[in-house]
């Protein structure tokens, strides 16, 4: 945490539909902000369903890297 | 000797989580993690594809050194575990160093079951569990092969999709008399194989490797019929266990033995992940659960205790596997077949989809959905419940009765 005094902020959230297989950890960790759909597959339920740093260790836990994250200059954070 | 706060056994999915859980929620101690891999964490669910060539094998890591530094959680790798004494806290790793902790997680997953037959040491005889596998897998894979499989489960299939999608002829041999015995029915297994056939896999089933037939390189494997099956490749996915030596009395009949809390017998020791063999209370017995989610769930709930929560992990996780478009397997509870569990099979718009249920006592303990991901919610809502289906259990097979009047 050199230079990021700033907390992080996450204002997009975008999930790969062809990526997401259903493994579902990203609604282990963040029930809130993730839910899976009929079809098996992760949807954005609230963002603010979580805390940034929940949401990040969420996408971050995606075994296919289906999950995108924007802060809120429109970088990308991860992956 | 070395003393540190917090040890984690094993780098992967949960022993990772548990550190970053325990550091996320504000723990100071020290975190030191030993895997007996050379990598960070990285995503197995990738392999396949890093194997196939769809993406480069790097995309495959899920951490990079940065995120170690940053969370302050040392990756000691390449070192192996080979005992713990649990009375004087003390772990000793290979070069006899030893390691004392406060509190241990043990978390080393499951290795590949060893292939006992002449010639499976050849450099062609593959795996596909580690980074190290799937390179050499994207390596070897290059048209004009041939691959003998050995096995019809989840890693068989992979291989299987691997080849076609590399153009190299694919011959699987599964012992079971029909498709992956050990957790599908007949009429999954079936569809299953009629899948992988339909991409011009040919499969084998009741049939025995009895050789492998090595002249310098593989020329091919040879049946307990005697016939040979021409290849010059071997793919070997006949299922994985757990590291049981070092980890003493914890030892299990499939993992090493946890509560329904994950927590060891012994003081200040934890156990998560594939290695896990706890009291899962969602199903109502004791067993190992090998899943990415799972494995996450684990890892954070140990995190969490680390921390001084105390909770049970009560969790109904599933994986699936796309064998190729159009065939989708979801598993969900308990995914093998238990000798003294019973199997329904539910058949829906004329074969098209398939859910099958195994219950045990009375109650539904798992269920796998082959392209039906749309009952998802109702089968594992039969699970979840507990509710009884003593006496009704034909009903299960029957898709006139819905899943949500049991």
């Not at chain 2, 772990?91 to 060893?114: M, N």
């Not at chain 2, 796309?322 to 077949?337: D, I, K, T």
Request: with cysteine; charged share 25%.
């Amino acid at each position: 945490m050199s230079e990021e005094t700033k907390p992080l902020k996450i204002t997009k959230i975008v999930i790969d539909r062809d990526l997401c297989i259903g493994a579902a950890s990203c609604v282990v960790i963040a029930p809130g902000t993730f839910q899976m759909d009929e079809e098996n597959k992760a949807y954005l339920v609230d963002i603010d369903g979580h805390d940034a740093e929940t949401i990040k260790m969420a996408a971050e836990s995606c075994p296919t890297k289906a999950i995108f994250l924007y802060d809120e200059d429109g970088n990308q954070v991860y992956p | 000797m070395r003393e540190v706060e917090i040890l984690i056994i094993g780098g992967g999915a949960a022993g990772t989580t548990a550190a970053e859980t325990y550091r996320v929620g504000g723990g100071q101690g020290d975190v030191v993690i030993v895997s007996d891999e050379a990598h960070q964490l990285y995503s197995r669910v990738l392999l396949p594809h890093a194997a196939k060539g769809k993406i480069s094998p790097e995309k495959a890591f899920l951490k990079n050194e940065a995120w170690y530094a940053e969370k302050r959680i040392e990756l000691m790798r390449g070192r192996s575990v080979l005992r713990v004494d649990y009375k004087r806290s003390i772990a000793t790793l290979d070069g006899d160093e030893e390691i004392s902790y406060k509190k241990l997680l043990i978390a080393v997953g499951g290795k590949p079951r060893a292939w006992q037959m002449s010639g499976a040491d050849h450099a062609d005889v593959l795996q596909l569990q580690t980074y190290e596998d799937a390179i050499k897998l994207r390596e070897r894979l290059v048209p004009d092969m041939r691959m003998a499989i050995v096995g019809s489960g989840f890693i068989a299939i992979e291989f299987a999709a691997a080849c076609v999608e590399k153009g190299v002829k694919a011959t699987l041999i599964n012992r079971g008399p029909h498709f992956w015995t050990s957790a599908l029915g007949e009429k999954i297994g079936h569809a299953v194989q009629a899948a992988l056939e339909a991409k011009g896999v040919e499969v084998r089933n009741g049939a025995k490797v009895a050789a492998v037939e090595v002249e310098g390189g593989i020329s091919g494997v040879t049946l307990s019929t005697g016939e040979t099956v021409p290849c010059n490749l071997v793919g070997v996915g006949i299922g994985i266990e757990t590291p049981m030596e070092p980890f003493g009395d914890l030892r299990g009949t499939q993992g090493l033995l946890a509560d329904a809390y994950l927590k060891a017998s012994h003081e200040n020791v934890w156990v998560a992940g594939d290695c896990a063999e706890y009291d899962d209370e969602v199903v109502g017995f004791r067993r190992v659960v090998g899943n990415w989610a799972n494995a996450i769930a684990q890892g954070r709930h140990v995190g969490q205790a680390l921390l001084g929560r105390h909770e049970k992990f009560v969790l109904l996780t599933g994986y699936s596997t796309a064998v190729f478009p159009g065939a989708s397997l979801l598993f969900l509870g308990e995914s093998r077949m238990l000798p003294e569990a019973q199997r329904y099979e539910r058949v829906l718009e004329d074969g098209k989809k398939i859910v099958e249920f195994r219950t045990l006592g009375g109650r539904v303990i798992g269920a796998t959905l082959l392209n039906a991901v749309d009952q998802r919610a109702a089968a594992a809502a039969l699970i979840t419940s507990g509710v009884s289906v003593a006496g009704r259990e034909s009903d299960l097979a029957d898709p006139h009765v819905p899943l949500d009047g049991f």
